[in-house]
């Protein structure tokens, strides 16, 4: 895979499944997270999940975007808990679903979790090992 496929697959899944890790134990969840201009992804939360303490004890997180044709892109990256408004702002755009949860991007219980990536890994079934792509 290349850098546009890549983009093109976490953009089209629309969904990923995120990890956090709580003591020694790994926590996976599904998530829509917003793939910036700059390479940064961008996740709503509630600001009283546990998924923000998960995140502010071990910072290290684990997306993965998985399309109808199996193909996938595992990303790592630190992920960092903020107030944001212009990153509330891009999310408050781009998904529209938040309405139903949140009042706007002045309400408190909006959070926004800032992921730096570290890493991307990508394959196609064709493949027969996984390659390190470059954001």
């Given at each position: 895979?290349?850098?546009?496929?890549?983009?093109?697959?976490?953009?089209?899944?629309?969904?990923?499944?995120?990890?956090?890790?709580?003591?020694?134990?790994?926590?996976?969840?599904?998530?829509?997270?917003?793939?910036?201009?700059?390479?940064?992804?961008?996740?709503?939360?509630?600001?009283?999940?546990?998924?923000?303490?998960?995140?502010?004890?071990?910072?290290?997180v684990?997306?993965?975007?998985?399309?109808?044709?199996?193909?996938?892109?595992?990303?790592?990256?630190?992920?960092?808990?903020?107030?944001?408004?212009?990153?509330k702002?891009?999310?408050?755009?781009?998904?529209?679903?938040?309405?139903?949860?949140?009042?706007?991007?002045?309400?408190?219980?909006?959070?926004?979790?800032?992921?730096?990536?570290n890493?991307?890994?990508?394959?196609?079934?064709?493949?027969?090992?996984?390659?390190?792509?470059?954001?």
């Amino acid at each position: 895979m290349n850098k546009q496929e890549v983009i093109d697959l976490i953009k089209d899944s629309g969904y990923c499944t995120l990890a956090t890790v709580e003591g020694t134990q790994p926590r996976v969840r599904p998530m829509s997270p917003l793939l910036t201009e700059d390479g940064q992804l961008l996740v709503a939360l509630f600001a009283h999940l546990r998924t923000v303490r998960q995140v502010q004890a071990n910072p290290m997180v684990e997306l993965c975007f998985v399309d109808r044709k199996m193909c996938y892109c595992r990303i790592s990256g630190k992920a960092k808990i903020s107030q944001d408004k212009t990153k509330k702002g891009l999310l408050w755009e781009a998904v529209p679903m938040l309405r139903q949860y949140f009042g706007g991007i002045d309400d408190a219980n909006f959070c926004v979790m800032e992921i730096a990536i570290n890493e991307v890994e990508a394959m196609t079934p064709q493949q027969m090992q996984p390659e390190k792509i470059k954001l």
